[in-house]
């Protein structure tokens, strides 16, 4: 394995210290939960290796939204990064070629390229709405075609993948004996989401997490799901080579925190909600960016209009080191920097309407 740090975790606030940023629309999650608030009482947990696969009524409560799969084909991971891991490396070899869509979040990307097998990518454009069609995958399958990697609510640009595209891809997958990877990590932020992927069809990986919906990145707590059972056999192997069993520790706030879902997640949208009003009314007035709409999750990926003749490198100076603000700049996902992806969910709403402006100031000087 060829591995390389990717721009998107060596330039990270988190990387670069929080106390260089203070206007922060790099986050693709919503704001970070205070442990405090969950009311969680860990002084009788036992510190023990925890079940392989994950705690038992963890999974019997994911369970829930996985109808029609049983909980011992769920397996707990330690955040989605590593359940990303596992499938690239159960299923690809340097023989092996793999689809996927291109921008994405990078590690889609980067993992397969560290193992080195043949990759084709699926270029999204914003000239058409960053969408794609099933027969835009089936233009790239090859006889050694293992993997169709798919991130849906996606990441940098917000489109959702509908049921009938998802499915005709799978059917794809099934006549060429591959598999779909459908990262879903931002699937419980879109208020029309569909069954998870892995409910719809026997080819379909379904992985995602608590990080981006409840604000608990820092919990490092992810599921992996298929209904295939030699598979499930194969990445428990891998979940076990690599760690064993998650943190118990992690898998019980994740637990506690989604037992009382619903009603915490009340609270998440009515602040994503503001934050979306005050994105799209800081974009009809901002006449030199333009945007797609983002269906699902809380980022989105505008561009400066005719920013390949603008001078970016000014623009992220001026809006990093005069304003405190920052943006996710389209290289940490391989595309020009005339891009950028906004978090809307992170910020407080006075953080994400001063970031905004902000991004308005420095553009007056590039
Ligand atoms: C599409 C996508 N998948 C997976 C991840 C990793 O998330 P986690 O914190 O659950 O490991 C991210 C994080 O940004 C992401 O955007």
């Known amino acids: 394995m060829d591995y390389k740090r990717m721009p998107i975790e060596i330039e990270s606030p988190e990387q670069l210290g929080y106390s260089n940023v203070k206007y922060n629309l790099t986050e693709s999650s919503v704001s970070d939960a205070l442990l405090g ?50 499938v690239a490396t159960a299923l690809l070899e340097k023989t092996d070629h ?13 993992t397969p390229r560290a193992i080195g097998c043949k990759t084709d990518y699926v270029n999204l454009r914003f000239e058409d709405g960053f969408t794609f069609s099933a027969a835009d995958i ?32 799978a059917d794809l997958a099934e006549q060429n004996s591959c598999f779909v990877l459908l ?52 990445f428990l192997a891998a979940k076990e080579q690599i760690f064993v069993c998650n943190s118990i520790i992690d898998e019980e706030v994740a637990y506690k925190f989604l037992l009382d879902k619903a009603s915490r997640f009340q609270k998440i949208s009515e602040h994503i909600e503001k934050n979306r ?52 700049p389209g290289h940490w996902f391989e595309m020009p920097d005339h891009y950028m992806r906004i978090g809307f969910g992170w910020p407080a709403e006075q953080e994400l309407k001063t970031g905004l402006q902000n991004i308005s100031l420095a553009l007056n000087n590039t």
């Open 98 to 110: 793999l689809i996927v869509i291109h921008p994405n979040y990078a590690s889609n990307i980067e």
């Open 138 to 169: 089936a233009k790239k399958i090859r006889p050694n075609t293992k993997l169709i990697s798919l991130t849906s609510p996606h990441n940098p640009t917000g489109t959702v993948l509908d049921r009938k595209t998802l499915l005709e891809i």
């Open 277 to 328: 009003k005050v994105l799209l009314s800081w974009l009809r007035s901002e006449s030199r960016m333009e945007m797609i709409q983002p269906a699902g999750g809380v980022v989105c990926f505008p561009r400066v209009i005719n920013g390949e003749q603008k001078n970016m490198k000014e623009f992220y100076r001026i809006l990093n080191d005069e304003h405190k603000t920052f943006v996710a």
């Open 37 to 86: 608030d969950l009311s969680v009482n860990l002084g009788t947990l036992k510190l023990a290796y925890g079940d392989h696969r994950g705690k038992a009524e963890l999974r019997q409560l994911l369970a829930k939204d996985f109808p029609g799969i049983e909980s011992d084909k769920i397996l707990i991971t330690a955040g989605a990064a590593s359940a990303l891991f596992i």
């Open 183 to 234: 990262d879903e990590t931002y699937r419980d932020l879109n208020v029309h989401a569909d069954l998870p992927g892995a409910c719809l069809h026997k080819r379909i990986i379904s992985v995602s997490s608590v990080s981006k919906a409840f604000g608990l990145p820092g919990l490092r707590i992810g599921w992996l799901v298929t209904q295939d059972e030699q598979l499930t056999e194969k």
